[in-house]
């Protein structure tokens, strides 16, 4: 069945173990910047995880002209035919928080997997004990767009929440 | 290249702007491990025939950045600073938490090292490969926060200029405030918003070079490693260890301290150390707890600890975001000041740090020149105003005076041993008459941990430390003392750059870390008897060379502040004091623990037998400057 992350902002200390875990896993060494997952601390104590969000209408399995991303359809994951990315970056355009990443040093488009249903990042939060990243069952009533949306934005709704001052002021 | 390093350092001299990658030798860093070792070893290489001489402030004095094999890896990113400080005339290695040691790692070196002054301001920005020396003058002259905001916005466009390739990850940052940029002797290099590398003064050391900032972005994975099987093991195993040793501080970090160290064990600065114990206006973990303004868990990479906590205050019209108030700030802006409104402290601690302070070292000099005032060697004509125990509006003022040198603040700048000489000259006393006052060992203030109860710190673990004051690097009997603050201990966290409290998960763990990451079979007994000594006696050698204003004769100067032999007034161990004979026994018991003479000068024996090979050249000039 297809599973969904929940990320709980407010649950996040941003100690980047589900970067550590996912890179470990996918990359086999410590890759921060390759992690499939990624926590963004743009101001300091204002740290959000950021991930592929699944969108119901994957914009970016459509954008993309080489036919290299699909969708698993057991756990709903977009996932990467290696061999056929070129590196082109219309998945990245197509995404509403341009989420998935194109590094020099990697041959091919990184998005989360889902590590086939059961995420590294996830299991990880939980032994640390802070749950800010929860497997759950995809709904489809939930608007996952909302989660989609850039490390940036988040952040600046997330700064007048917390911090209660103009964004500009620590942004 | 060994296992877990990029082999590379990066050398830039802002006198020229030149940039240039430079190949570290293999055998150094086994010797060394990085971070603080390796640091006070480049030091000697290029700055020992000159040491006595070298003013911190000039531009031959070098600032370096350092990660260690551990950095990244395991358990709590952090990043060594050194040079020759301006506190101790030695070399402290100075830990921050910051992903500059990641981000570094991630752009392929070890560690960065700066030379010359820039003539205008500058901050160094490094991503991957490129290395760049760009202009400061938008910060220069602003607070931590502000540093904070117009360096990512100056960044950020660059990273991004690609946007099909996606998100960049934010830099990491460290960087100064007007305390580092005036050259206060006790400016902090701030990262964040509260995190601080500050005991040794290397903000000022950054200031001197019209250095703002360092902030760097690096792309790829951190170096191989010799088994990442067994680290990945390892890594969970700490996941599990360390939260579970220390429960107390991920719920209440370090704030928990104030009635640990001031109600059981004793050890707590009251109003500059006059009493070490009180209760009655206690605060302290169960306190934090209903405070609403701790609003979140706050770490840094690969902390599975989190000690740290997001603190959000609404005051005077301005929004104070720090880290919920740790022992040691609680303690020296609080009970040292005699404040006890744990807002007012956090509102405290939040000012000096948006100027750049280190806040234990202020809190010293703060509550010292209260006491100062106390006993009518300072007077309203000196310094302004009144300074009066618990008078936040009057600290804060003279936190402003010190981080711009104005009026009295010149002097207070030098920090607590500097400005005690300056009043006893400036008001015609001994200098003893003013230096009774001061809490410090070799120019550096001491962290809040007293030694007078016996319960809490050692009585020689300021005296015969290598850094001085520093809280977090102490000497201690037997040398393999289980404290993660005993220095043999110490040296290995700062040189392995890894956080002193993930230490907590055990020693094995970091051995094993150790291993796992370089490949090379350290065992503890090794580590205690060869690699700490090589550290801590090259230390100890600088520390000696010392000057060029200030020059410590071990017969004076490895000796605790005369306020640590005036009887405790209060508390469970009322009237109880170190000895001097104390003192003079440990001493000399610590001196040959570590193979150095009855002065604690190193031995020519120690220092071959250590593999310091060229360190005999020092011996000579130390005993020659000691007459002896």
């Not at chain 1, 290696?82 to 990184?110: H, M, N, T």
């Not at chain 2, 400080?85 to 290695?93: I, Y």
């Not at chain 2, 050259?183 to 040794?200: D, P, V």
Request: neutral net charge; glycine residues 10%.
């Amino acid at each position: 069945m297809p599973i969904w992350i929940f990320r709980e902002y407010d649950r996040c200390s941003g100690c980047r173990y589900c970067e550590v875990a996912c890179s470990l896993k996918h990359e086999g060494i410590i890759w921060p910047e390759a992690s499939r997952i990624r926590v963004f601390e743009y101001v300091p104590g204002i740290t959000i995880p950021v991930l592929c969000s699944q969108c119901t209408d994957y914009p970016c399995v459509q954008a993309c002209p080489t036919k290299a991303l699909y969708v698993d359809e057991s756990t709903g994951a977009v996932r990467v035919d290696e061999g056929k990315c070129i590196k082109c970056g219309k998945c990245v355009e197509a995404c509403p928080g341009r989420i998935p990443r194109i590094l020099p040093q990697k041959d091919s488009v990184i998005i989360c997997d889902l590590c086939g249903g059961d995420p590294e990042c996830a299991k990880v939060c939980r032994a640390l004990g802070f749950n800010a990243l929860v497997v759950v069952d995809k709904w489809p009533g939930t608007h996952y767009k909302l989660y989609a949306r850039d490390a940036e934005k988040i952040t600046r709704d997330y700064i007048k929440k917390l911090y209660k001052v103009d964004p500009e002021e620590v942004m | 290249m060994p296992y877990g390093f990029t082999g590379k350092f990066v050398e830039v001299d802002l006198s020229s702007s030149k940039v240039r990658v430079v190949d570290v030798r293999r055998d150094l860093y086994r010797k060394f491990l990085g971070g603080r070792g390796l640091g006070s070893w480049i030091l000697w290489e290029r700055l020992g025939e000159v040491w006595e001489g070298l003013d911190p402030y000039s531009p031959d004095n070098l600032l370096i950045v350092l990660t260690g094999p551990l950095t990244g890896y395991i358990a709590g990113v952090r990043l060594a600073i050194t040079g020759k400080s301006p506190q101790s005339g030695g070399t402290v290695g100075s830990t921050i938490a910051s992903e500059v040691g990641l981000e570094l790692k991630c752009s392929g070196y070890d560690g960065l090292i700066v030379s010359g002054k820039a003539k205008d301001p500058v901050y160094i920005f490094i991503h991957d490969d490129k290395v760049e020396v760009r202009d400061a003058s938008k910060v220069w002259g602003k607070g931590i926060r502000e540093t904070h905001k117009l360096l990512l916005r100056d960044v950020l466009p660059e990273l991004r200029k690609t946007p099909r390739f996606g998100e960049p990850k934010e830099p990491a940052m460290i960087y100064i405030g007007p305390a580092g940029e005036n050259l206060c002797r006790f400016a902090a290099i701030e990262g964040k918003y509260a995190h601080a590398a500050a005991y040794g003064s290397y903000g000022s050391v950054m200031g001197s070079k019209n250095l703002k900032a360092i902030v760097v972005k690096g792309t790829g994975p951190l170096p191989p490693v010799y088994d990442v099987v067994k680290l990945k093991e390892l890594i969970y195993k700490a996941i599990e260890l360390v939260p579970k040793k220390a429960p107390r501080l991920r719920i209440w970090g370090t704030g928990q301290g104030p009635w640990r160290y001031g109600r059981d064990l004793s050890s707590i600065p009251v109003r500059n150390w006059q009493e070490e114990y009180w209760v009655e206006k206690s605060y302290s973990q169960y306190d934090l707890e209903v405070y609403d303004w701790v609003k979140r868990y706050w770490a840094d990479y690969g902390c599975p600890l989190c000690c740290m906590k997001v603190t959000v205050l609404h005051r005077n019209g301005e929004t104070v975001i720090t880290d919920a108030p740790d022992y040691e700030l609680l303690a020296y802006e609080g009970s040292n000041l005699d404040v006890w409104d744990v807002r007012d402290i956090a509102y405290l601690i939040w000012c000096g740090e948006e100027l750049g302070f280190d806040m234990i070292n202020a809190g010293n000099v703060l509550g010292f020149v209260a006491e100062l005032f106390e006993r009518g060697i300072l007077t309203k004509d000196d310094l302004g105003f009144e300074v009066k125990w618990g008078d936040v509006k009057a600290f804060e003022r003279l936190l402003k005076m010190i981080a711009n040198k104005e009026g009295i603040g010149k002097v207070l700048a030098e920090g607590t041993y500097r400005a005690a000489l300056k009043i006893s000259e400036m008001k015609g006393l001994k200098p003893e008459e003013v230096l009774k006052y001061a809490v410090q060992a070799k120019g550096i203030g001491i962290g809040a941990h007293g030694i007078r109860s016996g319960l809490d710190y050692p009585p020689i673990s300021y005296v015969t430390s290598v850094q001085g004051g520093d809280h977090q690097s102490v000497a201690m009997l037997p040398l393999d003392a289980p404290p993660i603050v005993n220095e043999v201990w110490a040296s290995l966290a700062d040189s392995a750059v890894i956080c002193q409290f993930n230490m907590l998960g055990g020693l094995d763990l970091v051995f094993d870390a150790l291993r796992a990451v370089t490949g090379w079979n350290i065992s503890k007994e090794e580590w205690v008897n060869e690699d700490a000594k090589r550290i801590l006696t090259l230390q100890r050698v600088l520390l000696l060379l010392g000057g060029p204003d200030v020059y410590w004769d071990p017969r004076v100067h490895d000796d605790n502040p005369p306020r640590f032999y005036e009887p405790l007034p209060s508390g469970p161990k009322k009237g109880q004091a170190p000895t001097k004979q104390d003192i003079e026994k440990l001493k000399k018991d610590y001196y040959k623990a570590l193979g150095w003479d009855e002065l604690g000068i190193p031995t020519e024996d120690t220092i071959k037998q250590l593999g310091l090979t060229g360190l005999e050249k020092a011996l000579v000039r130390i005993r020659k400057r000691l007459g002896i």
